[in-house]
């Protein structure tokens, strides 16, 4: 019995030392709402300012804080995933947005938004720009009616993607989207001129033409 023992001791000596180390894990920071808070706040700024590739840089700070943080709280990670979606579509990296859009969705959309919580506002505010912005790119580069109907899909959900709790005006944006993607389909098929109309007919109500909400693009394909 005695040999044996030796036997698998001299066995396992036999092995490097990293043999028997555990795996390295990562280290976690602790959270700086302080310092998350002042990095958004700059962020925001420099995209007033139009200066996108700044805003990239700093929203890049964010997310890493985040993860580094090993941060649970998802409104952050949608805070930070929306404005990067924004930034980097207008800094001309459009491949990129659209990748982060697709990203942002498939997260997102895993968890539960309970309707009377505001701290999955900012949460339904990213899913829905996040399809918007897909949608928009289905209008722009559509050649026949099934990528139309994939953004008029993506722009339902959109529209569906809110809670009692928030004010109705957070859809305004979305029903120029709506219309061009409606506009661009009767092309292809006379039947969605109804729904096209029932969207101008909400628009006019709702008066966003007067509100400076259209843009010149939806105005020269549509009478309002």
């Not at 918007?132 to 990528?147: G, I, P």
């Amino acid at each position: 019995m005695l040999n044996l023992y030796i036997d698998i001791l001299e066995y396992w000596l036999t092995y490097p030392y990293v043999t028997f180390q555990l795996p390295v894990v990562p280290a976690v920071y602790e959270f700086s709402q302080a310092e998350f808070d002042g990095r958004m706040q700059e962020a925001t700024l420099l995209v007033q300012d139009k200066s996108y590739a700044e805003a990239i840089e700093i929203l890049s700070l964010a997310e890493k804080q985040l993860r580094d943080a090993q941060c649970s709280e998802m409104r952050l990670w949608a805070y930070v995933w929306d404005y990067q979606r924004y930034a980097l579509y207008e800094a001309g990296r459009k491949d990129e947005s659209l990748a982060l859009c697709r990203s942002t969705i498939a997260e997102l959309e895993k968890l539960a938004l309970w309707d009377y919580l505001e701290e999955f506002n900012p949460i339904r505010a990213a899913i829905r720009s996040a399809h918007n912005s897909l949608a928009y790119y289905c209008y722009e580069t559509a050649t026949d009616l099934n990528t139309l109907l994939e953004g008029i899909q993506h722009i339902k959900t959109a529209m569906k993607t809110i809670a009692p709790i928030e004010d109705k005006a957070v859809l305004n944006p979305f029903y120029e989207t709506q219309a061009l993607l409606l506009h661009k389909a009767s092309g292809f098929d006379a039947g969605y001129q109804k729904d096209l109309e029932k969207v101008i007919a909400k628009i006019k109500k709702l008066k966003l033409k007067e509100n400076g909400i259209l843009s010149d693009e939806l105005m020269g394909k549509v009478e309002f």
